[in-house]
């Protein structure tokens, strides 16, 4: 079936630096997700990208669809405490009509250090 | 707040056993998905409905069984419960209208002994 390979697996920055994390696969999408997690929690959609080489920002996130859609990139400029979490992307294995299912990647656990 | 509601948050139970997931989708939401999250194997498709039928089917065990209700909220139930099936499950919904996005609850927390 299809996999997302998500990377890196976890990340420890100090407050105040930039985040770079990305999702690859050797399927192609037509859309690209990114959600995050906070504990506890259920996963919050970040950013959602609909055609190769968009580039979309979210605040002080900016998420890419890769121009081969087999992949993409998430960053965080300027971290804080408040973005630790665990991120996800996403991508619809769609088969027509109403159905979807998404299939996520297996995370990547952020930690930001005040 | 996603405005998805999901019942119970937590539930321990022995192995064996029977329970039942309830969630209410958000307002004017038509599909509920169901996701399971474990450490092992992340976050799982199980089953997907629409206004009340089954659309898709993912890894969901013969053992789990899903409805939805004319009023669009829906169930999960898992039986014959085993160890293995501690995780915790997510309800997901989504309005077609607002193309390829969905929205997560907080999930109900299974842990099997």
């Known amino acids: 079936g299809q996999q997302l390979n998500q990377s890196p697996q976890s990340m420890f920055i100090q407050e105040g630096e930039d985040v770079s994390m990305n999702c690859t696969s050797s399927s192609i999408f037509n859309t690209w997700l990114w959600y995050k997690q906070d504990p506890g929690e259920g996963p919050v959609l970040l950013i959602a990208l609909y055609k190769a080489g968009e580039l979309t920002s979210n605040g002080r996130l900016t998420a890419q669809f890769g121009i081969t859609r087999k992949d993409s990139f998430l960053n965080i400029s300027a971290s804080i405490p408040s973005d630790v979490g665990i991120y996800f992307c996403?991508?619809?294995?769609?088969?027509?009509?109403?159905?979807?299912?998404?299939?996520f990647g297996k995370g990547t656990l952020l930690t930001v250090n005040p | 707040d996603s405005g998805v509601t999901q019942t119970p948050k937590h539930l321990i139970t022995a192995t064996g056993q029977r329970v039942t997931l309830r969630c209410s989708p958000r307002?004017?939401?038509?599909?509920v998905y169901w996701y399971q999250q474990s450490l092992d194997q992340g976050l799982q498709f199980l089953i997907q409905?629409?206004?009340?039928?089954?659309?898709a089917k993912g890894n969901i065990l013969e053992r789990f069984s899903a409805q939805q209700f004319p009023d669009l909220h829906s169930e999960l139930n898992l039986s014959s419960l085993e160890l293995g099936d501690s995780a915790l499950y997510f309800c997901?919904?989504?309005?077609?209208?607002?193309?390829?996005?969905?929205?997560f609850g907080e999930g109900s927390w299974l842990t099997v002994v």
């Open positions: 409905y629409y206004n009340g039928e089954e659309r």
């Open positions: 996403a991508a619809p294995a769609a088969s027509g009509g109403s159905n979807y299912k998404l299939t």
């Open positions: 307002s004017g939401d038509l599909s």
């Open positions: 997901a919904s989504s309005h077609l209208t607002e193309g390829n996005t969905i929205y």
